[in-house]
Each structure stands twice: as structure tokens, then as C-alpha cells.
């Protein structure tokens, strides 16, 4: 499915040179960019404006894109967002996901994949918005996956772009071990099963939907094989 011209970008980035790269590409791709330099401009950028996505350096002058991101979740404001660094430990990753980021890149990187990254969070973000209302129950867990809404017991959870794709493609194969490698290819586009970013979500789910993370009852590890959503279970009970 093509990706519709003139979506909206915030690239927040202090590198003038890697700045003016960035623009170009992205223009190139019909995309409409704005640009700012720091994390406090970002914050009211994404504050006052709306965006269809926002590319966030992890290295600012007067913050860091944690901070921002942080901020930025903290408002309610959920625009799907790249955070684009030149750190690559796990710990670095792990923590832009759980602050709210949907994917995280690492500087360098192939102008190719930066594009192919941009493309598949604005689609599936559309695909997200679209449609009519359609709640799901699992448990105390009720899901609208047409508008992106998550409740526990009647109250709002906020999930992040990747874990909203990861539940309902989980949700779409009730009770069902699902494969890694499946998980893998079908939400993130990758082929291959050596990466940690599958487990990483898988986390973060738990700790927002399950009422004992550390003891799961919604969603399973199956040893050796993969994930597997109960459909049929109160979540933590």
C-alpha cells in the first residue's frame, strides 16, 4: 500500500549537516519537514502542532531525546516517533521503548532503511486511525484496535505504536503460540530471529497489561518457540 505525499515530519536533530541530508531525503519523498535543534523546541513543536511522525536525535544540546520523548508521552501526545542515535548498547534501546519511542535506529545508518523505517510507521499508523470502532476483551483488558484506545478495568493504557502491532497481531491469533520469527517478520519487516527488540516489547506489554508482569497470565512465553496471547484468561488472575 503507498504511503500518501505531504505527511508531516518533525525532525529534531542538532546536526546542521546531517540536518540538511535528512531534509532532503525525506523531501524527496514528498514528506513536509520541520525542523528544530533542540529538545525544548521540539517539546512545543509537538505541543502546538500536528505531526505524522517525529525523528528524534538522542543527542541535543540542552537535553537528551529521553527527555524529550518523555515529555512529549507525558502530554498524551502519541505521533509515532524514530529515535536516532549513535549509541547501540541494549540499554540504550530498552530505554527509548520503554520511554514511548516505536523504533530506534542506530547512527550510521543506510539512508535506504531510515526511509523504509519512515514508511512502515506511517502506514501502519494509518492503518491504526482507520476504521470503525471494533473493542476486543481478553480478560480486564478491552482494545480498540481501530482507534489505538487500550483500557485495564476502565482505565486508559497507553501503548506505544509497536506494541499496539504487536498485541493485535497476537490478538488476531488467539491462544495460539506464535513464532519469533513470525513476530519478527510480519510486525518489524526483519528476517532474522538475533535481535532482543521482540523481548524488549514483549516486556513492556506485560508491565502495562498484566497485573503481575513477573508472573504473566495474558502473555505467555512458550519455551523454544514463542509468544502466545490467552484470550480466554482474566489478565493476572
Known sequence: M???AARRILLVEDDPAL????????EAEFHHVTT???GAAAQQRAAAEMFDLILLDLMLPDQTG??????????GIEVP?????????LADRVQGLMLGADDYLTKPFHPAELIARVH???????????????TERFGEISVDFARGRVERNGRPV????????????LAGRPDRVVTR?????????????????????????????????????????VRGQGYQLRAGQQSGA
Open 19 to 26: 540536518t540538511l541530508v535528512l531534509t532532503d531525503l525525506l
Open 2 to 4: 503507498p504511503i500518501p
Open 66 to 75: 529521553f527527555d524529550v520523548c518523555r515529555s512529549i508521552r507525558q502530554q
Open 36 to 38: 528544530v535543534s533542540n
Open 120 to 134: 512502515a510507521l506511517l502506514r501502519r499508523a494509518r492503518m491504526t486511525t482507520e476504521g470503525p470502532a471494533s
Open 181 to 221: 520469527k513470525e513476530l519478527l517478520t510480519e510486525v518489524w519487516g526483519y528476517h532474522t530471529s538475533n535481535t532482543r527488540t521482540l523481548d524488549v516489547h514483549v516486556a513492556q506489554l506485560r508491565q502495562k497489561l498484566e497485573r503481575n508482569p513477573s508472573s504473566p497470565q495474558l502473555l505467555l512465553t
Open 158 to 169: 497507553n501503548l506505544a505504536l509497536k506494541e499496539m502491532e504487536l498485541l493485535k497481531y
Open 81 to 89: 516517533m524514530l529515535m536516532l542515535s549513535s549509541r547501540s548498547t
